[in-house]
């Protein structure tokens, strides 16, 4: 072992970078290839450093820490306000939020007809479409790959359906009045189409599947449904008629016997809201 | 946040988290030397920190660079301020004293030893959880998360030689400490 040995293994250590052949690294490379001892150093320090890549391996980050984390840059992003400027896609999706959370203001409140109190609602509606917008997801067009991004994060099974008409463009977890929930995104040509599943209300449960209804918000369509436990939910800027035939095929897709609907059926409304 | 560029999605700093979260966790558990609890606290100072100098990120495709640049830099300030074992880790190498321990350096391990060294991926986490916090974070960017030496010495904001010292002397440690271990084995073996 001689400083010849330390000159050389310092020129070239191990790195994935470029090296300059300059005089003093082509002698190093020299003495390396005549010297088994810096040989089996160079080798040895490819060992040690594949072993503790092999020991740390693939991590995934607990569920519980993205929802935190991205709850925290929900919050930094309500503090910055108008910094950024959404999208329209964004717009879409935020404002398919809104509309989910009407819906679901609706329902709870069927029975006594009275609106939710606008002072009460626009804090809440605030906070709910910050925290949609931060919430973390999946951008896939593969409904496999969605499927068990999903699994696990919600308390329900998800079914992902597939449309001809709209491709899969990804999906993100949600909390809408405190119900875990999922919006998975299609593109409909130019428009955005969300597909919403929130575990439903236990004040207004019901026993089997609903008729589809639908609804109008600020210039957004919305066909929702419910089956026991779970409430369904097209909303976007296309045609009722469309995001009726989605819902149709969709419900299709996941073997769900819709006694009471039919295309002639009469559609039950909701109070369209401007 | 004002200047972020108008072709900047909105939701781009959503979407590079992201894309790196599990990266990101793994080293910042391995930075707090395995506790998840201050792994959590560390990536939330983290990322609302990358949220708040987002715009400084000019290139999005260094996205993933940028954020782990913050996380260790976070980790090391977190680490100063509170003075953990700053007393342990002395000086770094000059290149003369870098080439003295390279030099030093024997290469006297079997290829059996290599084996149980790979059986015993649990204990060399524990190993690598308590090397100093510095020569830690040189292993976990280069080794782990395969960033080049040029860029792992830009996140930490030291010269190239210096993080290439602070690699030798972390394996050294690691490996020194495997010996150990292996000896302790091997005696116990026999008795």
């Known amino acids: ?15 994935n970078g470029p090296r300059s052949a300059t005089p003093e690294v082509i002698e190093a490379q020299e003495h390396v ?58 717009v879409a999706a935020g404002a398919s939020a809104l509309i989910l959370m009407f819906i679901l203001g609706i329902r709870a409140l069927s029975g006594n007809n009275n609106p939710p109190a606008p002072r009460g609602l626009v804090p809440i509606l605030a906070e709910e479409h910050a925290r949609a917008l931060g919430e973390s997801g999946i951008r896939s067009s593969d409904p496999s790959e969605i499927s068990r991004w999903l699994n696990g994060r919600l308390s329900f099974a998800t079914h992902v359906p597939v449309f001809s008409e709209a491709s899969l463009r990804g999906a993100r977890v949600l909390e809408v009045e405190r119900r875990r929930g999922v919006l998975i995104e299609y593109a409909l040509g130019k428009d955005v189409v969300s597909y919403f599943v929130v575990a439903d209300s236990p004040a207004v449960r019901t026993t089997s599947v ?33 995001l009726r035939v989605l819902a149709r095929k969709c419900i299709e897709q996941a073997g769900t016997t819709m006694a009471a609907f039919s295309e002639s059926e009469p559609v039950s409304s909701s109070k369209p809201v401007s | 946040m004002a200047q972020h560029s108008r072709s900047t999605p909105p939701r781009a700093f959503e ?17 707090v030397g395995g506790r998840s609890a201050d792994a959590e606290d560390l990536l939330q100072d983290t990322v609302l920190r990358g949220f708040e100098h987002f715009s400084q990120l000019r290139h999005q495709d ?39 321990a390279l030099a030093a350096w024997r290469s006297n391990i079997t290829p059996e030893e290599f084996l149980d060294r790979k059986e015993s991926a649990e204990g060399l986490i524990k190993l690598l959880d308590g090397l100093h916090p510095e020569l830690r974070a040189a292993v976990v960017l280069t080794d782990v998360e395969g960033f080049s030496q040029r860029e792992a010495a830009r996140m930490l904001e030291i010269p190239e030689g210096t993080l290439a010292s602070r690699i030798f002397r972390a394996r050294r440690e690691l490996r020194q400490a495997l010996n150990e271990n292996s000896s302790g084995l091997r005696a116990r073996e026999r008795t």
Request: proline share 3%; charged share 30%; net charge neutral.
């Open chain 1, 33 to 90: 290839e005549d010297c088994a001892s810096c040989a089996a150093f160079f080798e040895e320090m490819s060992r040690l450093s594949d072993d503790v890549r092999r020991s740390v391996g693939p991590t995934v980050a607990p569920f519980e820490v993205r929802e935190r984390l991205f709850k925290a840059i929900s919050r930094a992003r309500t503090q910055t306000g108008s910094r950024f400027r959404p999208t329209a896609a964004l």
């Open chain 1, 210 to 242: 609903s008729s589809l209804e639908e609804a109008v918000w600020d210039g957004y369509h919305v066909v929702s449904w419910t089956e026991p436990g779970l409430l369904h939910a097209f909303v976007g800027n296309v045609s009722e008629s469309t």
């Open chain 2, 62 to 100: 260094a996205g993933r660079s940028w954020l782990f640049a913050i996380l260790v830099r976070t980790n090391l300030n977190r680490v100063r301020t509170a003075n953990r074992r700053a007393e342990q880790f002395g000086a770094d190498l000059s290149d003369r004293a870098f080439e003295e």
């Open chain 1, 1 to 15: 072992m001689t400083a010849e040995c330390g000159r050389a293994r310092r020129l070239l250590w191990p790195d």
């Open chain 2, 15 to 31: 979407e590079l988290v992201s894309e790196h979260i599990d990266s990101l966790y793994r080293t910042a558990l391995r930075l």
